[in-house]
């Protein structure tokens, strides 16, 4: 399975922002999804995940009510909606492909990953 990422870019703080993330080699459909980042000089951090049904949301604290993330299976992509974006979301996000159906926050909980996109928010 191969993950692209796109959709990163340069927003000014307050602004929106979706990247998305399409699956290739195989589908994807049963597997849960995630996001995470990493933020220059940081550790890589769990944003956000989804079962592979499509349901059974999870988010980290920092993107809690800024951030949604939703699938389409027929188009094998998942994509995270970033809403009230603030200096402190500037990292690459990456997206992964679960182990299993439900979804997770921890590294371990995934198998695939993805490139990388870049978000970059100015103050």
């Known amino acids: 399975v191969q993950l692209q990422a796109s959709g990163g870019g340069l927003v000014q703080a307050g602004g929106s922002l979706r990247v998305s993330c399409r699956a290739s080699?195989?589908?994807?459909?049963?597997?849960?999804m995630g996001w995470f980042r990493q933020a220059p000089g940081k550790e890589r951090e769990f944003v956000a995940s989804i079962n592979w049904k499509g349901g059974g949301a999870l988010y980290g604290d920092s993107v809690k009510g800024r951030f949604t993330i939703s699938r389409d299976n027929a188009q094998n992509t998942v994509y995270l909606q970033m809403n009230s974006l603030g200096p402190e979301d500037t990292a690459v996000y990456y997206c992964?492909?679960?182990?299993?159906?439900?979804?997770?926050?921890?590294?371990?909980?995934?198998?695939?990953w993805g490139q990388g996109t870049l978000v970059t928010v100015s103050s």
């Open positions: 992964a492909g679960g182990l299993r159906s439900y979804s997770g926050k921890s590294f371990s909980d995934y198998r695939y």
């Open positions: 080699g195989r589908a994807v459909s049963n597997n849960a």
